[in-house]
């Protein structure tokens, strides 16, 4: 089956510091990607939807100054944390379709924590 | 706007109990609903999609377009069912894009 893999699974960063995600569809090519931002004990909320070649749609409230996104290629959508403060520590977890049949894979997830 | 509403937090009931998540949604054209479970520090697994019609690991969930329900439900609960369940909408066509519900925990005890 469809297997997308998050890099790195956790990272700690100095407040100030830019932290970069990596989001990578393993055996297929996916066109779209998703970030999603979790909160503890709290549901998965999107963060912005990541187009091959073209710019990221960010939802309402998401800074995209704070939250580069990048889609070079059909296997690969990266997440940057910019100038990362400790209100931005969260749970970060990508996904990506294949197709409408497959519809979503769904990363590992990455724990970041700035200090 | 389209909304995902899982009115319980916490669920918990015994093994061999028949067990029900609850799921309602707010969405005015013809939504494709989910089910996704995420067991403890594991990552988030698609449990059943309602065009698919099937029964995954004893779950099955209905659409009812009239209720606006797409609850989750298996008559005989296993220790192994616990885990985090999210509902989940996608507004299909294009739009691949998923709202989800604030999740369930099911505990199921021995």
């Known amino acids: 089956g469809a297997v997308v893999s998050q890099h790195p699974s956790w990272v700690i960063c100095k407040s100030g510091t830019s932290v970069k995600i990596e989001c990578r569809s393993l055996?297929?090519?996916?066109?779209?990607m998703f970030w999603y931002r979790q909160f503890p004990k709290q549901s998965l909320m999107l963060m912005a939807t990541s187009n091959e070649g073209s710019k990221a749609t960010y939802e309402q409230g998401v800074e995209k100054d704070k939250f580069l996104i990048n889609h070079a290629s059909l296997t690969l959508s990266t997440l940057t944390v910019t100038s990362a403060h400790p209100e931005d520590s969260s749970f970060y977890i990508c996904?990506?379709?294949?197709?409408?049949?497959?519809?979503?894979?769904f990363g590992s997830g990455t724990r970041l924590t700035v200090v | 706007a389209q909304r995902v509403t899982q009115p319980e937090k916490l669920l918990s009931v015994f093994k061999g109990a028949p067990v029900e998540l609850k799921c309602n949604y707010s969405?005015?054209?013809?939504?494709?609903l989910f089910w996704y479970v995420q067991y403890s520090r594991q990552r988030l697994q698609l449990l059943l999609r309602?065009?698919s019609r099937e029964s995954i690991k004893g779950f099955t969930a209905d659409l009812n377009k009239g209720e606006t329900s797409f609850h989750l439900k298996k008559p005989f609960a296993q220790e192994e069912d616990s885990a985090m369940y999210y509902c989940a909408l996608s507004s299909g066509g294009s739009n691949y894009k998923l709202t989800f519900g604030k999740g369930t925990l099911l505990t199921v005890n021995p």
């Open positions: 996904s990506a379709v294949r197709d409408r049949v497959d519809g979503y894979t």
């Open positions: 969405y005015s054209g013809s939504p494709e």
């Open positions: 309602h065009i």
């Open positions: 055996d297929f090519q996916a066109t779209t």
